[in-house]
């Protein structure tokens, strides 16, 4: 039966999982409030990649996920999360970050400084024991890598859940939106000093310069041409943008975002936008959470893995919290809202399973590191609606809060 099946049926057997599977999990089980919809997507993707799927059923996984399917599923994948990233820049108030600089740069510096310190804390805790480095990663590497795990905040995940708090475009879910992007762009120039390319730090400085060239332009045209066609035009620049960043090293989420950083929201029309990044999440960004699961392959490993992902849970939450709480205390925050946006930034997921992931490929970590933090990842994301949903409630004021 399986050599009588094309690739276009078997990759539709497999976008029926992608699509089925969590649904079904999220809509029955009514995880919603613990594990949104984009958690369970995660976690099946995890579970049907594979570690698991693969291993319990490997003539099936080999089947349905063959690399043919899997690179039709990651191309996909790729193309959604980048526009989704886009739509994040686009609605992020670049004068608004501007005018508040020191507020954003003070919370952003401080949300990735102390969860990296403690994250590194605990990495250097862990490489006192055998079996976390991986062959070809020095002790400073691993540390590094670890602590800037523990430091991330999944941009594209923190979208859909201040969405889902309704949050998102309201002026505490554009502060927190301002901090994550920062700390999100420094992720990828950490990343290139872990992996020592200098070559690549040469050609990031060369997008960044080149970029600054590009976004000019791109104002000056946007304003010039017709609201239909601000669109087709958007989706290049994203192409471009996206192409430019992965060829420089910053990774191509880097260059979605910055790609809608520099376009102004008020050229496109609000309904459309909202209609536009709906049917995205809707049609195409299951397949980028699923895959992304899939493509993780990972060994349990014994009990010291979950040791050492609640240690790691720990150190990035409580370090998150605690450099969010200071930034609070310097910038005269009122009580509980440093609470709310420390939860919110210490969101890890997909962001942090790809710099993970990275870190594996070159072996710097190994298959037990990578699955303890894989396991703080998941585990910190559904944290976070139960955690924030009823501080917001008793703090409501705070939605409109600028900074």
């Excluded at 497999?14 to 997507?41: C, E, K, N, S």
């Excluded at 459309?272 to 699961?293: C, H, K, W, Y």
């Amino acid at each position: 039966m399986h050599t009588a099946m094309s690739t276009t049926e078997i990759f539709l057997i497999a976008m029926l999982i992608i699509f089925t599977v969590p649904y079904l999990v999220w809509r029955i089980g009514r995880t919603d409030h613990y594990a949104p919809l984009v958690v369970v997507q995660i976690i099946g993707g995890i579970l049907l990649g594979p570690g698991i799927l693969g291993a319990a059923f490997p003539e099936y996984y080999r089947f349905v996920f063959n690399p043919q399917v899997v690179t039709a599923l990651n191309g996909i994948a790729w193309w959604a999360v980048m526009m989704f990233v886009w739509v994040a820049g686009i609605e992020l108030d670049l004068r608004e970050t501007w005018r508040r600089r020191r507020e954003t740069g003070v919370t952003a510096g401080l949300a990735l400084a102390v969860p990296l310190l403690f994250g590194s804390l605990a990495a250097m805790l862990m490489l006192r024991f055998d079996g976390w480095a991986g062959p070809n990663g020095q002790s400073w590497q691993v540390i590094l890598g670890i602590g800037m795990a523990c430091a991330v905040t999944a941009l594209p995940i923190l979208v859909l859940l201040m969405e889902k708090l309704d949050i998102l475009r309201q002026p505490i879910g554009q502060r927190i939106l301002r901090y994550a992007s920062m700390d999100d762009v420094a992720i990828w120039g950490v990343l290139a000093c872990i992996l020592l390319d200098w070559d690549r730090m040469g050609r990031q400085l060369g997008f960044l310069a080149g970029f600054a060239i590009a976004a000019f332009a791109i104002r000056r045209i946007m304003t010039r041409i017709p609201a239909s066609d601000r669109w087709y035009v958007g989706l290049v620049w994203l192409a471009a943008c996206g192409f430019a960043a992965d060829w420089a090293g910053l990774h191509f989420m880097v260059g979605a975002f910055l790609s809608g950083a520099v376009i102004d929201a008020d050229w496109f029309d609000q309904k459309q936008m909202d209609e536009f990044r709906g049917n995205i999440l809707l049609a195409v960004m299951p397949v980028f959470f699923l895959s992304t699961g899939l493509r993780t392959n990972w060994d349990v490993g014994g009990l010291a893995v979950f040791g050492a992902a609640a240690l790691l849970l720990v150190a990035a939450v409580a370090g998150k919290l605690a450099g969010i709480h200071l930034a609070g205390r310097l910038l005269g925050w009122e009580k509980g809202e440093a609470s709310i946006v420390g939860w919110l930034l210490q969101t890890k997921a997909l962001i942090m399973i790809i710099f993970a992931n990275i870190l594996l490929d070159k072996q710097i970590i190994t298959n037990e590191t990578f699955t303890a933090l894989l396991l703080m990842a998941v585990g910190s994301t559904m944290l976070t609606i139960p955690v924030v949903k009823p501080r917001l409630a008793r703090l409501a004021h705070l939605r409109d809060k600028k900074g």
